[in-house]
């Protein structure tokens, strides 16, 4: 497995991934943008890195290695879900600066759209979540297509961006908005629900994929 993941890191991981963890940093932009596009934008980075491995037979090329083909799931979720775990350290830190370091700036008092907050932290984790369950699951049905399941990612994807935001006008809801006090602290139940999806669609998918990988013939 070691020299699975070193290989992934090598001929799977592009520089596109490195340079879209720059998109953590809108964290950081205020007022009236969906925050949660950041996320799309990363596996943006991890979408093309799939479309560079199909043209250079790497599914292929890594089969025909004296590893079992569970073993090569397991190597390309992990290098997936390190790339998102960094992710959302960054973007955890950053959201720290902002609702400590920075709060007091007129440019993040009232924002229009959902801030950077524990709510936000909460689907970005299922964003990702929901990443691996449709989009990895779906390629390693064939492990050859990747743009119906990439396709069907973006569509549930943005759903949930609109439901995030609609959440936040809602009378009952509009703790969700919130960048101190009190109702900061309410948000937590929804990061932690994020995290049980996070860890729940990964692990689920990941067995899915393993099963629908190993009854392929390459």
Do not use: W
Not at 124 to 129: D, E, K, L
Not at 163 to 188: R, V, Y
């Amino acid at each position: 497995m070691k020299n699975l993941l070193y290989k992934e890191l090598k001929t799977f991981v592009s520089p596109l991934n490195y340079l879209f963890f720059a998109f953590t940093l809108m964290a950081f932009i205020p007022g009236g943008y969906p925050l949660l596009v950041s996320t799309f934008f990363i596996m943006m980075g991890v979408f093309v890195s799939f479309q560079i491995a199909r043209e250079h037979h790497d599914t292929l090329f890594t089969v025909l290695l004296p590893v079992k083909k569970t073993d090569t799931v397991k190597a390309r979720y992990l290098t997936v879900t390190v790339i998102q775990l960094i992710s959302l350290l960054l973007l955890g830190i950053f959201c720290a600066i902002r609702l400590t370091l920075l709060s007091d700036l007129p440019a993040y008092a009232s924002p229009a759209l959902m801030p950077a907050n524990f709510t936000f932290l909460g689907f970005a984790f299922i964003s990702f979540g929901l990443f691996n369950a449709i989009f990895l699951c779906g390629f390693y049905k064939t492990a050859y297509y990747y743009a119906k399941p990439f396709i069907i990612y973006i569509i549930v994807f943005f759903t949930v961006v609109i439901i995030e935001e609609t959440l936040g006008f809602m009378p009952f809801t509009a703790f969700l908005k919130a960048q101190s006090g009190n109702d900061l602290l309410l948000q937590i139940p929804v990061l932690a629900c994020g995290i049980v999806f996070y860890a729940l669609a990964t692990m689920l998918s990941l067995k899915s994929s393993e099963k629908k990988f190993s009854s392929l013939d390459i």
